[in-house]
């Protein structure tokens, strides 16, 4: 079982940063893929970012590539992704999602087996 906690949306302007934190607990971190989606209103979740267990391959969303950056700590048990030049169409509630075994990044959200709750990011213009 891996309970996973994300912290770090709010509120902001266009061109402004933010760093999203994903908390988890309950399993050996260190040893698990981890991902960040996000669903923006009336739209389907969408992969975001991905980085492998010991944090040596990551993957973005085209989206978001140059912009974003996904990290780890497994000594702190947390992921992060530092969101830079944020636009109104990154404007969604982001996931921290964690897959149990695995040696890649992974893209699909049915190739994860437990999710956060969810922060909220808005970006006004």
């Known amino acids: 079982q891996v309970q996973l906690v994300e912290s770090g949306g709010g509120l902001v302007q266009a061109g402004d940063s933010l760093r999203l934190s994903c908390a988890a607990s309950?399993?050996?971190?260190?040893?698990?893929?981890m991902g960040w989606f996000r669903q923006a209103p009336g739209k389907e979740r969408e992969f975001v970012a991905a980085?492998?267990?010991?944090?040596?391959?990551?993957t973005y969303a085209d989206s978001v590539k140059g912009r974003f950056t996904i990290s780890r700590d497994n000594a702190k048990n947390t992921v992060y992704l530092q969101m830079n030049q944020l636009k109104p169409e990154d404007t969604a509630v982001y996931y921290c999602?964690?897959?149990?075994?695995?040696?890649?990044?992974?893209?699909?959200?049915?190739?994860?087996?437990?999710w956060g709750q969810g922060t909220q990011v808005t970006v006004s213009s």
């Open positions: 980085i492998t267990w010991n944090g040596s391959r990551t």
């Open positions: 999602a964690a897959r149990l075994s695995g040696s890649l990044t992974y893209l699909n959200e049915d190739q994860y087996d437990y």
């Open positions: 309950g399993r050996t971190f260190g040893t698990i893929p």
